[in-house]
């Protein structure tokens, strides 16, 4: 069966680390593995070595395995780089081995005069791993070169399609654009309204509806994100398998962007659906354990993302949501071994890094955080990675040291409010309040911002001496749909008995003085 939605790269670094965790399980304590020749295995050996060695070294264990060389009988024959090789490879996820495969079998293959459809499925395998492999420009011209060598509608829209995943995903910086990308789904969409064959039409036009509603989701026009999505189901039919895993997808996106839309109740029946067609299938769990949090069913959307951890293949999303349900709980210590085993999956991930190292702050695991934080040596920190730090210099006792990190960091991120309310915290701290106002001020560009900013506005013209604007600011505020904490906490400041140090609720909404 084709796959519609093929694996990520990192996917068989996931389903490494499962087979590990069964092997750490079943191994008997003190029992060294012993591997020969891995140079020249291929890359499931290889990473299953590597994630044996890294699993052991977070458990502070000694390495299961270990590297052998000497008098050992060498490797058999190389693994053919045939067809069945490649497709295989691409279905599992396999790509070192894909590219090599692809390698042989179009870049130096004399491509047929005339359609073939044996070199097309050849050739789209390899346009699939071209992408995973990040070189997806070249995906883009095997596309373009098969449509004007072969034309038809279907490598026509195949064309166009690749073209908008590369100007939507996967292309640089640069080039990432989703006007040109929606243009690219638009022609998609015409080219595939003249194929012959129905099946195959009614499933291409799904899958570009579907694509169309990515960009519209992107440019946070839900609504026809949405009315797309339900044209794609509308022209579906069930009938066949791969049919089948394109209505899978599109529920899930509905789904998706039923909960953005604060109708998560509706989107449980997609994902219902979605779950029972492949309960093996981590994506599901983790997105409907999304949806029972937004409606307030957190037992259950725990229990979703517990057993896609324990009984799927999954990255690390599943483990830092579920670090997020237990810290709501309380549950401290489990929800830093999910974030750490969250960073062994994937330790390139900011919004993880960035989660973590609030947590340790809170948690008071200053040293834990620093070493976290110190991890981007050499890199360009983002403007949440430089409050962090300041954030740590404050919790150290270090309000001067503080001031310069965020100083340093608006150096690199003029624009970023995160720092800015930064510094009108450490300025508060350091008893400069109008200078951190003026920061407040600058952050809310003349308007009203963020309940937990406008309640610092409030704090700090009281201690300006400006009691009337405060006065007016806070009713102002109250007047707003905000929390219970937040009313009590300006109350309080009016009443001048308020102290500038918030409640984990009021944290919950973002920086508080």
């Known amino acids: 069966m084709n796959r519609i939605q093929h694996f990520p790269q990192r996917h068989l670094w996931y389903l490494c680390h499962a087979v590990a965790e069964v092997v750490e399980h079943h191994l008997p304590e003190e029992t060294l593995i012993e591997?020969?020749?891995l140079a020249e295995a291929d890359e499931t050996d290889r990473l299953l070595v590597q994630a044996l060695v890294e699993r052991a070294r977070f458990r502070l264990r000694p390495p299961p395995v270990r590297v052998v060389r000497g008098n050992h009988v060498e490797p058999g024959t190389e693994a053919p780089l045939?067809?069945?090789?490649?497709l295989d490879a691409v279905r599992l996820g396999y790509y070192e081995t894909a590219e090599l495969c692809g390698r042989v079998l179009v870049d130096e293959a004399d491509w047929p005069e005339d359609y073939d459809a044996d070199f097309h499925a050849l050739l789209h395998a390899h346009t699939v791993t071209l992408i995973a492999v990040g070189r997806p420009i070249e995906s883009v011209w095997y596309s373009r070169i098969a449509a004007r060598r072969w034309g038809g509608p279907a490598l026509r829209a195949s064309a166009h399609h690749g073209q908008a995943m590369f100007h939507s995903h996967f292309g640089g910086p640069a080039d990432l654009d989703l006007d040109r990308a929606a243009r690219s789904w638009g022609k998609a969409m015409t080219a595939a309204a003249s194929i012959a064959e129905p099946e195959l039409r009614a499933r291409r036009t799904a899958f570009y509806e579907n694509s169309l509603a990515l960009a519209h989701r992107k440019n946070g026009d839900l609504a026809t994100a949405l009315s797309r999505i339900d044209a794609g189901l509308a022209v579906l039919d069930r009938g066949g398998q791969e049919a089948l895993q394109h209505w899978m997808v599109l529920r899930g996106n509905r789904a998706a962007v039923?909960?953005?839309?604060?109708r998560a109740d509706e989107a449980l029946a997609d994902l219902d659906h979605a779950v029972a067609c492949d309960p093996a299938n981590a994506q599901p769990l983790v997105d409907r354990a999304t949806a029972f949090r937004a409606v307030g069913r957190t037992e259950e959307a725990l229990r979703d993302l517990t057993h896609a951890i324990d009984h799927c293949v999954c990255g690390p999303e599943a483990y830092v949501n579920r670090a997020s349900l237990l810290l709501a709980a309380g549950e401290l210590d489990a929800a830093l071994e999910d974030l750490r085993l969250a960073r062994l999956l994937d330790d390139s991930c900011d919004a993880t890094l960035v989660q973590f190292a609030e947590v340790l702050i809170d948690a008071e695991l200053f040293a834990e955080a620093a070493d976290l934080l110190h991890e981007w040596t050499g890199h360009d920190p983002s403007a949440t990675v430089w409050a962090l730090r300041a954030r740590l210099a404050v919790a150290g006792g270090?309000?001067?040291?503080?001031?310069?990190?965020?100083?340093?960091?608006?150096?690199?991120?003029?624009a970023s409010d995160v720092l800015r309310t930064e510094r009108a915290a450490v300025l508060h701290l350091l008893?400069?309040?109008?200078?951190?106002?003026?920061?407040?001020?600058h952050v809310c560009a003349g308007g009203e911002g963020d309940p937990v900013v406008e309640a610092n506005r409030v704090l700090l013209l009281v201690e300006c001496g400006r009691q009337h604007e405060a006065l007016a600011r806070a009713r102002r505020l109250l007047r707003r749909e905000v929390s219970d904490e937040i009313?009590?906490?300006?109350?309080?400041?009016?009443?001048?008995v308020g102290h500038p140090v918030p409640t984990a609720e009021a944290a919950d909404l973002g920086p508080v003085l």
Do not use: M, N, Q, W
């Open 82 to 86: 045939d067809e069945a090789a490649l």
């Open 398 to 414: 270090a309000a001067g040291h503080a001031l310069a990190t965020v100083d340093a960091g608006l150096v690199r991120h003029p």
């Open 35 to 37: 591997v020969c020749h």
């Open 431 to 441: 008893r400069r309040p109008a200078e951190a106002l003026a920061e407040l001020d």
């Open 258 to 262: 039923l909960t953005l839309l604060g």
């Open 487 to 496: 009313r009590s906490y300006v109350r309080d400041v009016l009443a001048g």
